[in-house]
């Protein structure tokens, strides 16, 4: 072989492994930004899911807070009903014991107990009993020396107590007790 294809030959040799490098640094820079874009894609894909689940996470917060919240009010409104109907059942039982009571001999001896002490505490000299009670007016009158008068009116029992011109005003009746201990 002349040197003139030797040359030629180790030129072509070079050239070949000139290209082959160019190759090499081709499939190896196509592989890299490969990589990378498919790198991206799965960050822009896990990016996408994180977004959805998150979405999705305070959707069902959202939907548990409405429930809960529809719970509480239904509760919330079972306990008020079964209080109110609880209040009533005692209201009428508590009703219809103290009209028991003022249907009874102990009645009597109540009512000029507490007009006795209601008449040293406010020096009031009506007294006004529920027409039911008048049947017990000779015997009030007797004990207390007050003047007793008919009041009409639903008070259940006891009376009022007030000044001879009615300006000054004492309610011992049981359905003002009641009110005031807020079972009405």
């Known amino acids: 072989m002349t040197l003139a294809e030797k040359k030629v030959e180790y030129f072509a040799e070079a050239i070949t492994r000139e290209v082959a490098a160019r190759k090499l640094r081709a499939r190896h820079t196509t592989a890299n930004d490969l990589n990378k874009s498919v790198a991206k894609e799965i960050e822009a894909a896990e990016d996408e899911v994180n977004s959805r689940v998150e979405a ?13 919240a ?17 209040r009533r059942g005692l209201l009428d039982d508590v009703t219809q014991d103290l009209r028991a009571f003022t249907r009874s001999d ?23 009993l529920h027409f039911d009670d ?22 259940i029992g006891g009376f009022v107590m007030q000044s001879e011109n009615g ?18």
């Not at 719970?71 to 109110?84: C, H, P, Q, S, V």
């Open 56 to 68: 999705a996470r305070r959707e069902l917060v959202r939907v548990a807070n409405k429930k809960v």
């Open 70 to 86: 529809d719970a509480t009010a239904t509760a919330k409104g079972e306990y008020i009903e079964l209080r109110d109907s609880l």
């Open 106 to 128: 102990e009645y009597e001896v109540y009512l000029i107990e507490r007009i006795r002490l209601e008449k040293v505490r406010s020096n009031l000299t009506v007294v006004k």
């Open 134 to 155: 008048m049947r017990f007016v000779e015997n009030i009158r007797q004990a207390t020396g007050l003047t007793i008068v008919e009041c009409i009116g639903d008070f």
């Open 167 to 184: 300006k000054i005003s004492a309610d011992f009746t049981f359905k003002a007790r009641l009110e005031k201990a807020g079972a009405v």
